[in-house]
Nanobody
Framework: QVQLVESGGGLVQAGDSLRLSCAVS????????IGWFRQAPGKERIFVGS????????FYADSGKGRFTISRDNAKNTVFLEMNKLEPEDTAVYYC????????????WGRGTQVTVSS
């Protein structure tokens, strides 16, 4: 079992930056992929980006390229999502999730943290 807890969300203005954290605990593995997702009101949850736990390879959805950066601190078992130049369209609940690289679907999910961007 793996537990994930997101934090760092809040209310910000357009153009601001915000850093979300995802604390990972339990039976972690070097072959895990930690992903960030978001779900805006009335919309489906979508992929934001991901990072391989052991080698820091990162993948980003087009919506976040150039504005979002994923990083990790293995000593603290924490993955970060740094978001810059936030837009009202970035308003959503942000989730982190974990899966083995070979899995199709993410196995473990956090409860999410709300990010609200005002115009």
């Amino acid at each position: 079992q793996v537990q994930l807890v997101e934090s760092g969300g809040g209310l910000v203005q357009a153009g601001d930056s915000l850093r979300l954290s995802c604390a990972v605990s339990g039976r972690t593995s070097s072959t895990y992929l930690i992903g960030w997702f978001r779900q805006a009101p009335g919309k489906e949850r979508i992929f934001v980006g991901s990072i391989i736990w052991d080698d820091s390879n990162r993948f980003y959805a087009d919506s976040g390229k150039g504005r979002f950066t994923i990083s990790r601190d293995n000593a603290k078992n924490t993955v970060f999502l740094e978001m810059n130049k936030l837009e009202p369209e970035d308003t959503a609940v942000y989730y982190c999730a974990a899966k083995f690289i070979s899995d199709k679907d993410y196995r473990y999910w956090g409860r999410g943290t709300q990010v609200t961007v005002s115009s």
